[in-house]
């Protein structure tokens, strides 16, 4: 046998080898975005059931909420200290920072599928316990820990590598949380990578597509909020995108703004107390959610799923009362310390914002209106426009509005910036990045949020 041809049998096999590999590779990422879609469609299920159950109990007596309430939540941040610390606030912070950590140790810590399991758990007991969370934050860094733990398996060793899969798991699970795949490669293009690298980019798209058809799959084609044939046309209409941007900068601009100082603690004896007694603090937070809910009769416990939907449809209308109260229960839920995000709260009151200001301008469709403030409000807490906007979009099945809903997103998100200079997500993500830092040696599981900065 001639050289040559020993050379190109010996050029084949490794050929052969090397394309093995990188089908080996590629199998194993879209097992897990696989997995991503199965487990948030598992998520949703738990959370309606939470939230179903919660029903039940105010069915009985809402007075029982001021039990229910404070003993879930001081729960939960017991559970949380004790057992899963890491596993605090939204759970995007985390993914963002893990983003930029080149500690691999330290990833596979913060994203570890115990932390994640313990996430969902977590979440669905604040859900009963009434907090005013969401299951979408959660999902990211469910879905980051999934694509994490994928990397582990195939002993990825390039921090590129690693990186892309967190990416990748971040936007798939925004994508089947909210059965909206367009808005989960948005998400990762404009919160949590900033960028799109070419060497993340088809991870990134093929775990999005896999994980939204795989929950398309198990769900069906639904819409989050339904359907609306709402317009915008150009003219007097368009008082409405500035009254929503200039509104829903205001209102979520100014939450962003308590909530990042709230991150960096209260002063005083309260932050002391806070510090030495996160448990105590929990159940008072979970005290003042019971009264705020007694008050709204029980509208602003949960995600506020039900609340939004049902302003964007046209069934309801809910006073002004009922998005103020649902922004102060937001702030609290959050403050406390226990899992659970932002995105569904956030529409909820955008929603209802948007209803408010409906009944101010006859001259545009109602619907229309509430979608505007929807997206203003949801813009300038994320303070990602081009997000909120597909993500609304997707989630009423509404093309028509796609230019009132961007002016109205990006208006709110330039008020937003004037009030709260940096966003929500980032300054959360570099506070924690601080805490692993400044951790020698670094802690188990690093919090999102210390009640106390010398903490």
């Known amino acids: 046998m001639s050289s040559t041809t020993t050379g190109r049998i010996r050029h084949f096999r490794e050929t052969a080898r090397m394309t093995t590999v990188e089908w080996r590779r590629k199998l194993i990422v879209w097992t897990g975005s696989i997995m991503v879609g199965l487990v948030a469609v598992a998520f949703a299920e738990l959370a309606d059931d939470a939230a179903h159950l919660r029903s039940h109990i105010l069915k009985i007596s809402p007075w029982l909420m001021l039990f229910i309430t404070p003993a879930g939540l001081a729960l939960s941040i017991w559970l949380t200290r004790t057992f899963f610390r890491g596993a605090q606030g939204s759970g995007i912070p985390q993914a963002i920072a893990c983003m930029h950590l080149s500690n691999q140790v330290v990833v596979d810590r913060i994203l570890s599928l115990r932390i994640a399991a313990a996430k969902i758990a977590l979440t669905c007991l604040g859900l009963l316990a009434g907090a005013s969370i969401g299951r979408e934050g959660p999902s990211v860094q469910i879905g980051a820990a999934i694509m994490n733990a994928a990397g582990r398996f195939l002993n990825l060793s390039e921090t590129i590598s690693r990186r892309a899969l967190v990416l ?14 367009l808005a989960g490669i948005v998400f990762g293009i404009e919160e949590l990578a ?29 819409t989050y909020f339904g359907h609306t044939d709402s317009v915008v046309p150009l003219g007097v209409s368009w008082l409405a995108v500035i009254a929503c941007g200039l509104l829903g900068g205001v209102a979520g601009g100014s939450f962003s703004a308590i ?26 937070c979970g005290l003042a959610l019971a009264i705020i809910g007694l ?7 949960g995600t506020g799923y039900a609340q939004a939907r049902s302003i964007i449809q046209g069934e309801e209308h809910y006073p002004a009362s009922y998005f103020v109260l649902k922004f102060l229960a937001t702030i609290i839920s959050y403050c406390s310390g226990i899992p659970g995000g932002l995105f569904a709260p956030s529409l909820s009151v955008g929603a209802g914002m948007g209803g ?15 979608l505007l403030g929807t ?20 989630m009423c099945d ?58």
């Open 168 to 181: 990748a798991g971040g936007s798939a699970g925004v994508a089947a949380a909210f059965n909206t795949p």
């Open 194 to 222: 900033h960028s799109f690298e070419q060497r993340t980019s088809g991870v990134m798209l093929t775990g999005v597509v896999l994980a939204g058809v795989t929950a398309i799959a198990l769900t069906g084609n639904y």
């Open 259 to 284: 909530l990042i100082r709230a991150s960096k603690g209260l002063p005083g004896n309260a932050g002391q107390f806070v510090a030495r007694r996160p448990v105590a603090f929990a159940a008072l």
């Open 295 to 301: 008050a709204s009769g029980g509208m602003t416990y």
């Open 356 to 370: 408010w200001i409906a009944q101010f301008l006859p001259h545009t469709t109602p619907g229309a209106v509430v």
């Open 375 to 394: 997206v203003a409000y949801f813009a300038a807490v994320v303070q990602a426009p081009l997000t909120a906007t597909v993500i609304v979009m997707e």
């Open 398 to 455: 509404n093309q028509q509005v796609t230019l009132a809903l961007l002016a109205s997103a990006f208006l709110a998100f330039g008020v937003s910036r004037t009030i709260c200079k940096q966003p929500l997500y980032g300054a959360l993500a570099e506070r924690f990045l601080r805490t692993v830092s400044s951790s020698n040696p670094p802690p188990e599981q690093p919090t999102e949020i210390s009640p106390n900065p010398k903490a």
